[in-house]
């Protein structure tokens, strides 16, 4: 069993699956509960939190009829850092090693970071040889000069400590901590969008997350701190309605292009406090919404061009997430791109499909497929390199203090349901 855990801004997620004996993974358990602790993907109480995770891992086991004992975690948030590096080494015997693939992602990673930033990511792009480039497995070849491109991610070390503390006081245990738009990666996006070159943009409710990916690896990753939380707020401010009834206007009524939206039809806004409900078309309402969706759009375009890479994506935009399930907002998001824009959904999906084949559950599915993939490798290779695409987190991998052996926590999980279940 695989257990990811999508602590987001507005909804916990807790989805279980079951590794096939083809590598695929079932999906046998989901709990979804809101989230009272959360704003823009950091921790702001702990007690609410932690109760909202303990609410959808309970939801999880009962309908997946297991005990659920540790998770993959997924991470956002402003505090999000990241950058490429490039490493180099000598090769020691003229054929490239596993040591050797070792050392020189470890000479690519050795650069200055904050001392409040922890290390949650080291992602190969691509190795070269002497003067042989575009290598994506070295192992083997023949060489004297070893170099590696990678894409280091960094996060705010409390803020990821915050959610780890949330889920410890649930009684569990943390497998790893994933980058968010990495785990949503994983199901939104084909390998043919990732080598031709492709952005991905996950709008949930308090972070707006983009990652590119260029020749079928990570090169860009960065957050926008808005998204479909500052939609609510424009119509609670401007029809003068409780957030509450905001967020149901804005999920059964909304559109994100005001062309799409019709004159005629009315709709209730009910007031603050005594005051009677009134009447507003659904075309205004859809300029209000409108006008943020642009804004959003505009600094994610923004933050594109800036990194050099918006002439690198001929794959165009996939969107994904809960805000960019709203009608028209494909459509608005190619006017602003000026480039083809798909919305994904999670794909290669077993199981209860029916439930999660939603892209507001791209990240949780994803977090699954990421444990997975680093599962099959701690089991092929104990020592292992990091992956191209890998999740695992660098504190795990540098330190075996960090994380007891795979039997020893086997072994206690089997301590633990005997005493629960006799004693």
């Known amino acids: 069993m695989i257990v990811g ?3 987001g801004t507005s909804k916990v997620t807790c989805i279980v699956g079951e590794v096939l004996g083809d590598g695929n993974v079932e999906i046998v358990g989901i709990g979804t509960q809101p989230a009272k602790g959360m704003k823009r993907g950091v921790v702001i109480n702990i007690e609410s939190t932690v109760q909202s995770i303990q609410r959808a891992v309970e939801e999880a086991e009962l309908m997946a009829g297991c005990n659920i004992h ?4 997924s991470v956002a948030g402003s505090h999000i850092r990241s950058q490429n590096s490039h490493g180099i080494v000598a090769v020691k015997d003229g054929e490239v090693q596993k040591e050797d693939i070792e050392r020189v992602i470890d000479a690519a990673q050795a650069v200055p970071i904050s001392s409040d930033q922890r290390l949650l990511h080291v992602l190969p792009q691509e190795f070269q040889i002497d003067s042989q480039e575009g290598i994506r497995d070295p192992l083997g070849m023949s060489g004297v000069r070893l170099e590696a491109n990678v894409h280091l991610v960094s996060g705010a070390a409390n803020a990821v400590m915050n959610v780890e503390k949330c889920i410890k006081k649930c009684g569990l245990g943390v ?6 738009q990495l785990a949503s990666s994983d199901t939104s996006l084909s390998e043919d969008e990732k080598e031709l070159g492709v952005c991905l943009v996950d709008i949930g409710a308090g972070t707006s997350d983009i990652a590119v990916w260029v020749d079928g690896a990570l090169h860009h990753t960065s957050v926008v701190p808005v998204a479909g939380d500052q939609v609510t707020n424009d119509i609670s401010m401007a029809l003068r309605t409780p957030t509450v009834h905001a967020e149901d206007i804005k999920i059964k009524y909304a559109c994100a292009l005001s062309s799409l939206a019709s004159t005629d039809q009315v709709i209730d806004v ?11 078309s659904r075309h205004a309402l859809a300029e209000v919404v409108e006008a943020r969706y642009e804004e959003i759009y505009q600094l994610i375009y923004d933050e594109l061009q800036r990194s050099g890479f918006a002439e690198r994506i001929p794959a165009g935009v996939v969107v994904t997430g809960g805000t960019a399930l709203m009608e028209g907002a494909v459509e608005l998001a190619e ?3 000026d480039m083809p824009v798909r919305l994904a959904t999670p794909t290669n999906v077993k199981g209860i499909s029916e439930i999660v084949d939603n892209s507001m559950y791209a990240t949780s599915v994803g977090l699954l497929a990421n444990g997975s993939a680093e599962m099959d490798d701690m089991v092929a290779e104990p020592s292992s390199v990091l992956r191209a695409g890998s999740s695992r987190n660098t504190q795990d991998v540098n330190s075996d203090e960090t994380k007891p052996s795979f039997s020893a926590t086997k072994a206690w999980h089997k301590v633990k349901d005997w005493f629960q279940s006799y004693i």
């Open 5 to 7: 855990l999508d602590v």
């Open 70 to 73: 540790s998770v993959y975690v």
């Open 175 to 180: 497998d790893g901590v994933i980058l968010s």
């Open 270 to 280: 009910p007031s603050v406090g005594d005051r009677q409900s009134r009447s507003i």
């Open 335 to 337: 006017r602003i791109f």
